[in-house]
């Protein structure tokens, strides 16, 4: 998996309005009713980064979730990051 330069995150996170990148990854945090609902949404984010075989740095406090992407094996942010935030993205706002 490829690097991807600044400018082409940057351009990639215009479809994602609820991501940054810095510290060379992207980052986001989703706010939810209570504590099981963001418990919730950890558990079924996970099933779909086993099956992407690609895992978050996250922390959940309370009804919190934080969330980094970065493929560590390439040193930055790379397409793999932006499919699991696509997936994350549909699961925590199905709606959007």
Same mark, same amino acid.
């Given at each position: 998996?490829?690097? %991807?330069?600044?400018?082409? &995150?940057?351009?990639? %996170? %215009?479809? /994602?309005?609820? #991501?940054? !990148? ?7 945090? =989703?706010? /939810? @009713?209570?504590?099981?609902?963001? =418990? +919730?949404?950890? +558990?079924? &984010?996970? /099933? ?9 740095? #996250?922390?959940?406090? !309370?009804?919190?979730?934080? &969330?980094? %992407? ?11 990051? /932006?499919?699991?935030?696509?997936? &994350? @993205?549909?699961?925590? @706002?199905?709606? @959007?």
């Amino acid at each position: 998996m490829t690097k %991807l330069k600044k400018q082409d &995150i940057e351009a990639k %996170l %215009l479809r /994602f309005p609820d #991501w940054e !990148y810095y510290d060379n990854a992207i980052h986001a945090e =989703f706010e /939810f @009713e209570n504590f099981k609902d963001c =418990f +919730s949404a950890m +558990s079924r &984010i996970a /099933f779909e980064c086993e099956a992407l075989k690609h895992h978050p740095d #996250w922390s959940n406090v !309370y009804n919190v979730l934080t &969330i980094s %992407l970065s493929t560590h094996d390439a040193g930055g942010v790379t397409n793999k990051d /932006f499919k699991l935030a696509e997936a &994350i @993205e549909f699961i925590v @706002e199905p709606d @959007e």
